[in-house]
């Protein structure tokens, strides 16, 4: 039986890879941090109760921050791979927050490599650094591949510009099965709220069923190659299973404006949206609603444009080429994007008809609070 640890296991990715991997027998051990609540919502249905016989999901504490408990754990567990997920993986909030980052994403990454060879495990242990579009930053060229220059235009993307090299370095230097998977943005219905596509299709739903007014976002200009996480993390573990350890981009191909993205969505609940105005101006208003379950008004405002969200520094356009990855992981995604928002859309609605059945039954229920 295969042993695998991943960091943020708690997270979108860490959940869909810890299915994936238990689904293919693998014995899965995660990294998961202490908080003041419970913060396993997303693995929560793979817990297994440490006192029955042959549990192969366990959790420990720890951090990407803390270089002696991620050594402990590494030694502990013995793993054939180790995923490095756990990351502050929000663009916008890495400018508040740029040193912590900086440790977290960049420095952690070394931290769990010099691990693996303090413990001797270079030959033993592969390991996947979880690598970002995000290292294009400011466009060179498109599609970006493998080859295509970087210009991180975060600290978060500058960060990971030092996980990406460091990862290499250790290859290089000590042999390691150390591999990037440079990910474009893939989503799903357990993607953080405060990302754009959760965003967008959390707020329509609860729009839609008149728990909220309207929709407030930066950028929609901005263009994103988007995936679905449950075809990317069968990537992630393909990396991990060839002859030699290679760097991949994992993308579909085709991209998208986060304006295109809202109006699908509210065509998903068949209201449709036009938008008008410019820049900060620029208003997205119900042009009709044809399913008789919503009473939605010709005319509203359900989207508006707010400074706040706009990032010092953007990524403007992000197009991928996973040539290379079809070839030779023999990957092929299973969702496109009309897929991908049907799916996160119905669990929305989903979720706000349960706020909608708790109001009614004059429960307080949070009003707005993805940032
Ligand atoms: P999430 O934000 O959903 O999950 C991040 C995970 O990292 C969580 O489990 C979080 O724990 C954990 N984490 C945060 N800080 C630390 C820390 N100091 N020590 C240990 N763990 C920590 O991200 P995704 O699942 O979307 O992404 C997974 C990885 O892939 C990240 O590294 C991200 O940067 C990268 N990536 C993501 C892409 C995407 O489109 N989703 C694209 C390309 C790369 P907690 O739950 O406690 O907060
Ligand atoms: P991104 O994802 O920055 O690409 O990073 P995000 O969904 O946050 O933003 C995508 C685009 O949408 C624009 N935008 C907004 N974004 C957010 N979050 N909130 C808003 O209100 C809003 N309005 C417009 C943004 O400006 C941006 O252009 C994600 C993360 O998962 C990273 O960890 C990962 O590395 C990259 O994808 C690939």
Known sequence: MKRA????????????????????????????????????????????????????????????????????????VQPDEIYNLGAMSHVKVSFDTPEYTADVDGVGTLRLLEAIRILGMTEKTRIYQASTSELYGLVQQVPQSETTPFYPRSPYAVAKLYGYWITVNYREAYGMYACNGILFNHESPLRGETFVTRKITRAVAR??????????????????????????????????????????????????????FIRLAFMEVGIEVAFSGEGVEEKGRVVACHNPEYQIAAGTIVLE??????????????????????????????????????????????????????REGGHTILKNYAE
């Open 305 to 358: 444009v707010d400074k706040r969200y706009f990032r010092p520094t953007e990524v403007e356009l992000l197009i991928g080429d996973p040539t290379k990855a079809k070839q030779k992981l023999g990957w092929v995604p299973q969702y496109d994007l009309q897929g991908l928002v049907k799916e996160m859309m119905q669990s929305d609605v989903e979720g706000a008809r349960r706020d909608e059945y708790l």
């Open 207 to 260: 729009i839609a069923l008149g728990l909220q007014d309207a929709l407030f976002l930066g950028n929609i200009d901005a263009k994103r190659d988007w995936g679905h996480a449950k075809d990317y993390v069968e990537a992630m573990w393909r990396m991990l299973q060839q002859d030699e350890a290679e760097d991949f981009v994992i993308a579909t191909g085709v991209t998208t404006t986060v304006r295109e």
């Open 5 to 76: 640890l991943i960091t943020g296991i708690t997270g979108q990715d860490g959940s869909y890879l810890a299915e994936l991997l238990l689904s293919k027998g693998y014995e899965v051990h995660g990294i998961k941090r202490r908080s003041s609540l419970f913060n396993t919502e997303r693995i929560d249905h793979l817990y297994q109760d440490p006192h029955e016989k042959n549990v192969n999901f366990k959790l420990h504490y720890g951090d990407l921050s803390d270089s002696t408990n991620l050594i402990r754990i590494v030694q502990e």
